[in-house]
Structure formats: structure tokens, C-alpha cells
């Protein structure tokens, strides 16, 4: 009764509830640009962007909501020397990180006295307790539940310098990223089907999932409280060549 809103009588005369728990959904956009021309062997440019999104639905039935936030954010910037005619050199460094994060709770308090804690409390995350995911086969199902997802914080930085030396055209560089990556899981699920409550001798239309829900015998349970730790990840990488001109038809890349 904590759990699932009391039965009702609907137009269809199939079910016996209602979700009219809307979907809102809200979101920013920002967004900078600069370009300079500092003189004429010097330019700069830098960009930046941003969102922030929300969302509000339902998470399963009436009095079950789910919360979802997605943040993200990218900038760089970047230089262009030139030295005369022969020479260019370009710096450039950007950071793009997104986090998503979603949250399933009941509107109402409902406590987890009647679960075992071990497996309903314990978890880490906003909150120590969680009602499990209940997943009945045929009915509607839901539970508390929280996901953090760092998708990616990624740094990025590089330079680039060409040279015009006769029929050669030199060019070296260098590049390096380094990107953290975590994610928290935490939520328990229980499953119940008619298998439980079912003839074993003959179980062809046999049981009630629902009747194995109500004298709490679940077909599956699972509990999650998965932590994965930022982990250094870094790419770097550097390079030389040679673009030269051997006569007017042949080129050479060394």
C-alpha cells in the first residue's frame, strides 16, 4: 500500500490506475565566441559553450518520479604565429566534460523496514536506503534507483610548426590528452513471475506473478552499488616530417 497508489476505476475498464505525472523537460544553451587579430603575424581565437537540461517524468506509476540532469561543457582556444612567409606555428588547448545524472524516488516517504537491510540500505549515493525496483509480470513496476554518469573530462592540448626551407617543407608537433571517466550505480531489483506460484508438476497456465509478489517470493534479485573510480588516461603523441619537392612532378613525404 506504501508502495502503489490505490486501485481506481478507468475508462477502459482494463487497468486499475493512471499516470498523469508530466514530462517537463527544461534546457540552456550558452555560448561564447572571440577571434583577435592581434597584428598581422598574430591571431587568437577561444570559443566556449555550455547546457544545462532537466527533466521531470514519471518512474514507472503515479507517485514515482524520475529526475534527470545533463550538464556538459566545451571550450578552446587557440594561436596562429607566422614568421614571414616560411614559417607558421599554431597552439591550440581545449576541455570537454558531460555528466549525466538520474535520480527515481517516491513523492511520498515510504520506508525500507519491511526489506531486508543489507539488501535495501547500504548504498552510497544521496540516499543510504533505496525501496527496491519491483518488476511484477503484467502489472506496472518501479523503485527507487540513482545514476551518476561522468562521461568524460577530457583535456586536449597540441602545437603545430611548419617550415618552408627551399624544395622542403618541415613540419613537427606534438599532442596530449588526458581524459577521467566515473560512475555510480545504486539501486536493487526484484523480480516476480508465475513461476513461484505455479504447479512444478505442470506449470502450463499455471501461478500468478502477482500472487508471488504478495507472499513475497521473488524469481530474481539483484543489487547494485557500483562505484568506478576517475582513472588517469592519457594520450601523447609527437611527430616529424618531411614534405620534399624532388622535381616538379614528384614529392616525396619523409
Known sequence: KAIYPAPITTSSGLYNGEDTTPTLTRQNNYSLRLDQQIHSSNSAWARFSQFHATQTASGGFKGLVSDNVSDGQNWGVGYLRTFGASATLQVSGGHVWQEFATTTAFTNA????????????????????????????????????????????????????????????????????HNDESVLNANGNLGFSA???????????????????????????????????????WVKGVYAGDQWKVTSKRTMNI
Open 195 to 233: 513461476f513461484q506460484t505455479s504447479n512444478l508438476e505442470d506449470q502450463t497456465n499455471t501461478g500468478n506473478a502477482l500472487a508471488s509478489f504478495l507472499i513475497g517470493t521473488p524469481t530474481s534479485g539483484e543489487r547494485r552499488n557500483n562505484l568506478k573510480l576517475p582513472q588517469d588516461g
Open 110 to 177: 515510504v520506508s525500507t523496514s519491511g526489506f531486508d537491510q543489507f539488501f535495501a540500505c547500504g548504498y552510497l549515493g544521496p540516499e543510504a536506503c533505496l525501496i527496491p525496483v519491483l518488476s511484477v509480470t503484467g502489472y506496472a513496476g518501479g523503485g527507487d534507483s540513482y545514476l551518476n554518469d561522468d562521461d568524460g573530462d577530457i583535456y586536449e592540448w597540441g602545437a603545430d610548426f611548419t617550415k618552408l626551407t627551399g624544395h622542403h617543407t618541415w613540419n613537427v608537433g606534438a599532442n596530449f590528452s
